[in-house]
């Protein structure tokens, strides 16, 4: 009868180098002192509970197994007034509309030229110059907007301003802290 050949697994466990027994090694259970699973979840009674919580709970059927998904909607807090805001008519409603879509569109320009103005000045590129420029032209014709909105009618410019106001005044100070600290040599 033939001798059968040495199969591939028979020679690499026999080629293969082994650590030498007089090294000293550590045992394998150190290696194993931490976890490497992720923390197991919360006992399912404190899972899914704020304080604000209402209990909503938003039912869906999937083709394996009932789910359910806890829909979170804060209450208001009892010392604050729920609204403070006067009802407006729906003209006034309109023309808040109305006002708010222009200043968010003359906002997204402005905001895209600043950063590209901002970008460029970062970079002290040839362009930085007129995009600067092109930024505070926008910047004045958002301004422009926005402020005969609020010489207007008085309910609309209270609620244009509520609405929008944070983020008009924050970009006019992004671009004049740009232009400052261009002029300041920063």
Do not use: C
């Amino acid at each position: 009868m033939p001798a059968r050949a040495p199969t591939l697994r028979t020679l690499l466990r026999t080629a293969t180098l082994r650590p030498a027994t007089t090294q000293t090694t550590r045992p394998f259970s150190q290696f194993q002192s931490r976890s490497r699973s992720p923390s197991p979840p919360p006992p399912y009674q404190s899972r899914n509970l704020t304080l604000l919580a209402t209990h909503q709970w938003t039912r869906f059927h999937t083709p394996y197994t009932y789910s359910s998904v806890r829909t979170f909607t804060s209450s208001p807090h009892p010392s604050k007034p729920t609204n403070t805001a006067p009802s407006t008519s729906p003209d006034a409603a309109a023309k808040i509309d109305e006002a708010i879509e222009e200043i968010q569109e003359l906002y997204g320009t402005a905001r895209d030229e600043f950063e590209i103005a901002a970008e460029e000045t970062e970079k002290n590129t040839t362009y930085a110059a007129d995009d600067r420029a092109a930024a505070r032209e926008e910047l004045d014709k958002l301004l422009e907007f926005y402020t005969g909105v609020l010489e207007g009618d008085q309910a609309v410019a209270e609620e244009v301003k509520r609405r929008v106001g944070q983020r008009v005044r924050e970009l006019e100070q992004a671009v004049l802290g740009m232009e400052e600290s261009v002029t300041h040599g920063d």
